[in-house]
Every structure is written in C-alpha cells, then in structure tokens.
C-alpha cells in the first residue's frame, strides 16, 4: 500500500475483523484525498467513502457487462495546426450513477487488481476506433493512459502486439501514456517494461511531467518518445514566471532528448499562442476541443475538413 498508512483501531472503529478492515478502507481513501500519509478513521469521511465502497462491487461487472466508454480527445500540431491525434479518455457509464469519471475508479481498479483488465478494454476499443476513423477518411494517431501497475504486467507487451496485428496497425500510430509520478517509484523495473513495449514500435509519454519529483537523472535513464507537461503548468502560464520556467525548461529538455512535447490543458487562445511561441510541439486542451464521444468525433472532422 506504499507509504500509506491508514488506521482504524478497536474497539471504537468497529468491534469485528470486517467492519475494522472497512473503517481502514475508509480511512484510506480520505489519505488519498487529502494526499496525507497517515488518516486514522473518522466518521464524517464515512458518507463519501460508503459511496466508493459501493462502487468498487459494481466495477467487476463494468468489465463484464460492457459498461466502459471511451471519449476522444484531439491533439493538436502546433506547426500546421492540424489535428493530428486523439487521447482516449475511459468512462464508466454506471447504471444508476450516469457517466463516472476515471479519478473516481482508476484508483479503486488499481487497489482491487482490476487495473490490467480494464487497461486491456480500453487498448481494444481505442484501437477499434483508430480503424473506424481510418474507413472515414481520417488518419490519426492514439494515445491510451496505462497504470504503473501495467508496468508490472509481463504479459502486456505481447497482448498489445496481437492487437495491433489484429487491426493490422502500424504501431508508431499508439502512444502509452505513464505518469511521471508512477516512474519514479520503481524506476529499474519501469524501464525493463518500457523498453520491452518500444520494441513493439509503440510510442511512450510520459504524462503529467513536472509533477512527479522524481529523479531527473533516473528519469533521462528511460527511453521515450514524449514529454507531456503537466496542466497544472499550462494553466498557471500567464500569471506566474515559475510555471513558464518550468514549461520552458521542459520544452529544451524535449529539443535534447529529441522527443516531442505536448502541452495539455490549453483553455484560452492567449495560452495557445504562449506555448506555440515558446516551442512546444503539441497542443491539446478545451480550447482545441474538449474530449468527445465517438459520434461527436464525427460531427467535428466533417466540419474540420470542409474549412479550407
Ligand atoms: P490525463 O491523462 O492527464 O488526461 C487529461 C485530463 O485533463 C482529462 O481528464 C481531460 O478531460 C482533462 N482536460 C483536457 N483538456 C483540459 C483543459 O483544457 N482543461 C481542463 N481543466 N482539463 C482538461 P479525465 O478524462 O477526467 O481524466 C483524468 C485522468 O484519469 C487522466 O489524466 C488519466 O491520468 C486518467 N485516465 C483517463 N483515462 C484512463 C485510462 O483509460 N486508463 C488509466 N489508467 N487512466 C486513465
Ligand atoms: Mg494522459
Ligand atoms: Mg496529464
């Protein structure tokens, strides 16, 4: 459970073995939700954590009953301003919830195992979409969000090998995308994984770069393919000279590694032109496009490519 410790004690927290190990649970994720490292059980977070409890009975049959739903996010060129890829972005449409986002049950399908499934779901159907889009006339590129867990995943790189030979797709047309917060943890192991998954031909990101602390010199040991600067930056562009640092630095660090840069989060035309002039490579955000369903991908190449 890494570093996380999170308590429930007896008898005032629950007086059989079940109902201890269910305050624990509760107490865990208040730690995780106010990104503490220790949280001793207390009732107040208890309405909250029964509602996720609840959710976790129900993921199993997410994956069985079909109930995960991708949406599409474009990513932009910055140099032609073309639209040159997605990211695929897992939802789960719950029966009685409505449409659950992934903070709300990636983190629950890592802590009860089901993260190496789920990822598998959505590798397929992203891929899926990826040959749907290619009979319309649209050639793009996809970028899939795995877990640290898959990493651990020995069997991975082969089922994405079938995959790809199965929709017969060249396999530079995929991206992983792995936090850079994950990496750090057990960076020898990560590497071992990553370098297996390039040898396939797949690109690799490292997502939410900037945020993670980890080890910078450990982190150049890692062959990549892309650096994608954390949102929280983007969005602090304009007003604050530290985050420009950071978002400049990563752009140099992307020209000495040779890989590309994409900057995520771009709201507002003012944050577009910023990270175009400061050199990033490319762009995606709601001023772009927000993430969108299958169909509605449609409606929006129609239009994209009638404009001249
Ligand atoms: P991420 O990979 O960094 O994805 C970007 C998140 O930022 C998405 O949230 C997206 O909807 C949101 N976003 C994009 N542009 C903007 C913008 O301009 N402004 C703002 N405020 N937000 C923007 P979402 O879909 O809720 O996903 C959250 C995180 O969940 C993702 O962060 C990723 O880490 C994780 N995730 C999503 N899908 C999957 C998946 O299939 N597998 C795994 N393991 N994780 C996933
Ligand atoms: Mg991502
Ligand atoms: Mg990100």
């Given at each position: 459970m890494g570093e996380v410790d999170h308590s429930a004690l007896y008898?005032?927290?629950?007086?059989t073995q079940s109902e201890l190990m269910r305050s624990a649970d509760v107490a865990m994720y208040e730690a995780k939700r106010t990104h503490s490292t220790i949280c001793l059980y207390h009732s107040d977070s208890d309405d909250n954590s029964r509602d996720r409890l609840s959710l976790i009975g129900d993921l199993r049959a997410a994956l069985d009953e079909d109930q995960l739903v991708l949406h599409f996010q474009f990513t932009q060129?910055?140099?032609?301003?073309r639209i040159q890829g997605l990211e695929a972005l897992v939802r789960w449409n719950h029966p009685t919830r409505g449409l659950v986002f992934p903070d709300d049950f990636i983190p629950m399908a890592e802590r009860v195992g089901l993260i190496m499934p789920l990822t598998r779901v959505v590798l397929r159907k992203a891929l899926e979409e990826l040959v749907r889009l290619d009979a319309t006339g649209h050639r793009l590129t996809m970028s899939v969000n795995i877990s640290?867990?898959?990493?651990?995943?020995?069997t991975l790189p082969g089922y994405i090998e079938t995959l790809l030979a199965h929709y017969d797709?060249?396999?530079?047309r995929l991206t992983l995308e792995v936090t850079e917060s994950s990496l750090g943890e057990e960076p020898e192991r990560a590497r071992t994984r990553i370098e297996a998954l390039r040898r396939l031909g797949v690109r690799i990101s490292i997502d939410d770069?900037?945020?993670?602390?980890?080890s910078m010199s450990k982190l150049l040991e890692l062959p990549i393919d892309e650096l994608k600067i954390d949102k929280t930056f983007v969005f602090a562009l304009e007003n604050d000279v530290r985050a420009r640092a950071v978002i400049g630095s990563t752009i140099e660090l992307g020209r000495a590694l040779n890989v590309t840069v994409v900057a995520e989060g771009i709201e507002t035309f003012s944050n577009h032109q910023l990270l175009r002039s400061l050199g990033a490579d490319v762009a995606q955000g709601y001023y772009i496009a927000r993430p969108k369903c299958s169909e509605e991908l449609d409606e929006y190449l129609a239009v994209m490519s009638t404009r001249p």
């Open positions: 008898p005032e927290h629950g007086l060129d910055f140099r032609s301003g640290h867990l898959d990493l651990l995943d020995e797709l060249q396999p530079q770069f900037g945020v993670g602390y980890s």
